[in-house]
């Protein structure tokens, strides 16, 4: 519900009212856009009254908003590669490489290929579907990564 009424309000700042118990809910909708959450409360789970059951006490107040807190940061701060980590990543990824000598006018099967790091290819690992069915160029030899320029 929650991102529906993001899409169907643009910029509007989209709340959610919990009467759960527990804040799995509430949690759940801030990891999909909430940033305003209404919840009982009660300083004593030991009072009478309906709303006591899906109330929180001060202690899960604090957890309610810290989590939120640090789900909201996660969602909405797009991390960028520091320049220093590029060749973490590029080592850390892995690239479509061939697993044995290929010929000229071959036409690339699942067999023919596999996935191994580093990622420093412009053929990333997860585009290993993509490549199959393509026909190459010119021979390639064993452990060489593939690049687009070698498919017709």
Known sequence: MVSANRAALPGVPVGFSDHSIG????????SLGACIL?????????????DIINSMDPSELRHII?????IWIAAN????????EEAV??????SVVVGKDLPAGHVITEADIWVR?????????????????????SDITRNA????????
């Open 66 to 70: 810290d989590r939120s807190r640090e």
């Open 117 to 137: 790091s580093p990622g420093s290819s412009e053929i990333a690992g997860y585009e290993f579907d993509k490549v199959v069915g393509k026909q190459i160029n």
């Open 145 to 152: 990564q593939l690049k687009w320029s070698d498919f017709k």
């Open 77 to 84: 701060n797009p991390k960028q590669r520091a320049e220093a």
């Open 38 to 50: 209404e919840q009982h409360y009660t300083d004593s789970r030991y009072r009478a009254g309906p």
């Open 23 to 30: 804040p799995e809910m509430a949690l759940a909708s801030v």
């Open 89 to 94: 990543y590029k080592f850390a990824r892995a």
